[in-house]
């Protein structure tokens, strides 16, 4: 079937950028599809994604064996689980059959760098706005190398953004969902045209909540402190980890509370923490210098023991990696 040219014309397009080179397969709906035949009807942009959840995944590669590990599997696909429940959607597979098929994935590629795995579910039957109950739910799972930035050295600018963050009565932050990302969005821009590299929202009541796509952690008097899991973030997986190794390798305590805005601009240290984010320290916060505007020294030291224990070289922890493949 030819396709008929219109009378339209286009506004002629900016230069395509390169097009980075693609992965061999991606994984979906249970199979390993050649990359340039996994397509999805034009008809279905837009609707099918409202509802759509995702997440971030991360496999290392230890720089002293080749070995590459799996980073919190289990944990991020009962995530992936438990967003499709909230979104009512009615998945055909396990948490555990999609960690295997990550793996068979990221075997499949045969990245053997730091890589990202990114699983998608969205509602493949849905068209235009519905409730979407008797829609399928379709996963796919992508892999992408990535460069890490821990122990980058770099310290970034931040802001309390103008923006509000989603409260749980209305797009819940505890779903990964695409989009609450309009959110985040929106208060990136903001930051980035104001000088700042992120902001930091907060909730209705005016307490701290995260960045866009990242929790976030401050030290005060020697002190770990994060928001509560109810102040309106996500119920991150790095979060999690890094209140655990705050305790157990440095010795810290740790708190989970609600924390003022003025609290940002007294704080000894401050940094930013997920998959994507990895950890991310703070230099300033709304013209605040924090600290000396560099990497404070807890920030760095549990910087090193998470670097250590996602790349497996810290021996500890071994139940948040799964081997991937032997160097
Ligand atoms: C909104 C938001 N908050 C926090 C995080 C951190 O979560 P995790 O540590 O599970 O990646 C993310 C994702 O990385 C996120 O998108």
Avoid at 6 to 35: E, F, K
Avoid at 110 to 138: E, I, K, M, N
Avoid at 247 to 267: K, P, S
Avoid at 302 to 318: N, T
């Amino acid at each position: 079937m030819t396709v008929i040219p219109t009378a339209a014309a286009p506004i002629a397009p900016p230069a395509p950028a390169p097009a980075p080179a693609s992965p061999a397969y991606l994984w979906r709906n249970g199979d390993l599809v050649p990359w340039g035949e996994a397509n999805v009807h034009a008809s279905t942009l837009g609707w099918s994604t409202m509802a759509a959840v995702f997440e971030g995944i991360k496999a290392y590669r230890n720089p002293l064996t080749g070995d590459q590990w799996g980073w919190q599997f289990a944990e991020h696909y009962a995530r992936f689980a438990q967003s499709m429940r909230l979104q009512r959607m009615r998945p055909e597979f396990t948490p555990a059959q999609l960690a295997q098929a990550s793996l068979d994935l990221l075997r499949a590629n045969g990245h053997a760098g730091d890589t990202y795995v990114r699983p998608l579910a969205w509602l493949s039957d849905v068209s235009w706005f519905t409730d979407g109950l008797d829609s399928r739910t379709s996963i796919v799972i992508i892999t992408e190398p990535f460069r890490s930035h821990l122990q980058s050295g770099r310290a970034v600018k931040t802001c309390v953004s103008s923006w509000i963050r989603v409260g749980d009565n209305q797009l819940s932050p505890r779903v990964k969902c695409i989009s609450n990302y309009q959110n985040s969005r929106l208060a990136l821009i903001e930051a980035k045209q104001n000088g700042f590299d992120q902001p930091i929202l907060l909730n209705l009541e005016g307490k701290v909540t995260e960045g866009p796509a990242a929790c976030l952690f401050m030290v005060r008097d020697g002190t770990m402190v994060t928001p509560s899991l109810t102040s309106g973030v996500l119920e991150s997986i790095t979060r999690t980890a890094l209140i655990r190794l705050g305790r157990e390798e440095l010795g810290l305590q740790v708190q989970e509370r609600e924390i003022d805005r003025t609290e940002l601009y007294v704080a000894d240290e401050l940094f930013f923490c997920g998959t994507g984010a990895e950890m991310m320290p703070i230099g300033s916060i709304d013209h605040f210098t924090v600290g000396d505007g560099g990497i404070g020294p807890l920030t760095r030291r549990l910087e090193q023991v998470f670097h250590d224990v996602v790349r497996g070289i810290h021996p500890g922890y071994a139940d948040w990696r799964t081997l991937v493949r032997k160097a």
